[in-house]
């Protein structure tokens, strides 16, 4: 785990998935780093993403709307 890489390294980290950081514990920061960004949003989308979430329906389909999520959860916004 480094400091996050052209990003803000007081929020975001750089982090090699190589085995050397237990699954369970790599799922945890995906999760935390997930509910940070959904927070942002309006209460609607936040309600449908934490649903999806929730019922393990994860994968993001490649939307133009999706593509905004992830360029804002690589940006840290």
Same mark, same amino acid.
């Given at each position: 785990?480094?400091?996050? &890489?052209?990003?803000? +390294? +007081?929020? /975001? !980290?750089?982090?090699?998935?190589?085995?050397?950081?237990?699954?369970? %514990? &790599?799922?945890? /920061?995906?999760e935390?780093? &997930?509910?940070?960004?959904?927070?942002? =949003?309006? +209460?609607?989308?936040? *309600?449908? %993403? %934490?649903?999806? /979430?929730?019922?393990?329906?994860? +994968? =993001?389909? !490649?939307? *133009?709307? !999706?593509?905004?999520?992830? !360029?804002? =959860?690589?940006?840290?916004?």
């Amino acid at each position: 785990v480094e400091p996050g &890489f052209h990003m803000n +390294k +007081k929020h /975001w !980290n750089t982090v090699v998935y190589d085995g050397s950081v237990e699954d369970s %514990l &790599f799922r945890e /920061w995906v999760e935390h780093s &997930f509910r940070c960004v959904v927070q942002s =949003m309006p +209460k609607k989308r936040q *309600a449908e %993403l %934490l649903g999806k /979430w929730e019922s393990g329906e994860t +994968k =993001m389909e !490649n939307t *133009a709307e !999706n593509q905004s999520i992830r !360029n804002s =959860m690589r940006k840290g916004i």
